[in-house]
């Protein structure tokens, strides 16, 4: 998981200003529902527009799309980033939760 959730983190910097505050936005609204969560396939679905994003490992390159408008055009768009910023989520609570109380 480690893999996709680093290179989605690093894909993320390159989105807009604007589509890092609206994802920000959308992720602390819990706008985003994760689908499927594995090492090289992550899809969720943004109660924004009803939007779905898709991140996928092909090749070793990272891969996405999603069902908005500029997602479709190739940008990392707001639903992008929210998914991106659920993922880092969620991959914090997993390595926590894994992690021994000393």
Same mark, same amino acid.
């Given at each position: 998981?480690?893999?996709i959730a #680093?290179l989605?983190? *690093? =894909? /993320?910097? @390159?989105?807009?200003? =604007?589509a890092?505050?609206?994802?920000?936005d &959308?992720e602390r609204?819990? /706008?985003v529902q994760l689908v #499927? *969560?594995?090492p090289t396939l992550?899809t969720? %679905?943004?109660?924004?527009?009803?939007?779905?994003?898709r *991140?996928?490992?092909?090749? %070793?390159? &990272?891969r996405?799309?999603?069902? !908005?408008e500029p997602?479709?055009n190739g940008?990392f768009c707001?639903h !992008?980033?929210? @998914?991106?910023?659920s993922?880092a989520? /969620?991959?914090? #609570?997993?390595e926590a939760?894994?992690i021994?109380? @000393?």
């Amino acid at each position: 998981m480690d893999d996709i959730a #680093r290179l989605i983190g *690093f =894909e /993320a910097k @390159t989105a807009s200003q =604007e589509a890092l505050a609206r994802g920000g936005d &959308l992720e602390r609204a819990d /706008a985003v529902q994760l689908v #499927r *969560f594995c090492p090289t396939l992550i899809t969720a %679905e943004v109660d924004d527009d009803a939007a779905c994003v898709r *991140f996928q490992i092909v090749d %070793e390159d &990272l891969r996405w799309h999603c069902t !908005c408008e500029p997602g479709r055009n190739g940008d990392f768009c707001a639903h !992008c980033v929210a @998914t991106a910023e659920s993922v880092a989520r /969620a991959v914090r #609570r997993t390595e926590a939760a894994l992690i021994p109380n @000393t």
